[in-house]
Nanobody, 127 residues
Framework: QAQLVESGGGSVQAGGSLRLSCAASGITKNFQCMAWFRQAPGKGREGVAHINIFGRSTYTDSVKGRFTISQDKAKNTLYLQMNSLKLEETAMYYC?????????????????????WGQGTQVTVSS
């Protein structure tokens, strides 16, 4: 009965930055893991990062050092700060959450691990 709504997407030049937000509403107290995924045209859904209730985060290798996942528990909001964006990172970005704890490493960034999903927000990176 939870709802996730992403915002903050848009167009940005390569090398630029965007901050995505995911507002959670409804029954959210059972969320143990929240994540960001992205899906580029013609590609599968790729896990970007996840964060657990203790603030421990995991990132896919391609975004390490450039992206930061964070959460404001008081506001029930998840964030993804994206810096030094690359052309190939043009994609629909999705917020996801689940009641199970995050799994470490790549295994924790499987779409199948998440039960709740937002509608997505488009990020377009141009030259």
């Amino acid at each position: 009965q939870a709802q996730l709504v992403e915002s903050g997407g848009g167009s940005v030049q390569a090398g630029g930055s965007l901050r995505l937000s995911c507002a959670a509403s409804g029954i959210t107290k059972n969320f143990q893991c929240m994540a960001w995924f992205r899906q580029a045209p013609g590609k599968g859904r790729e896990g970007v990062a996840h964060i657990n209730i203790f603030g421990r985060s995991t990132y896919t290798d391609s975004v390490k050092g450039r992206f930061t996942i964070s959460q404001d528990k008081a506001k029930n909001t998840l964030y993804l700060q994206m810096n030094s964006l690359k052309l190939e990172e043009t994609a629909m970005y999705y917020c996801a959450a689940d009641g199970s704890s995050c799994s470490a490493g790549p295994w924790g960034l499987r779409p199948e691990a998440f039960s709740y999903w937002g509608q997505g927000t488009q990020v377009t990176v141009s030259s």
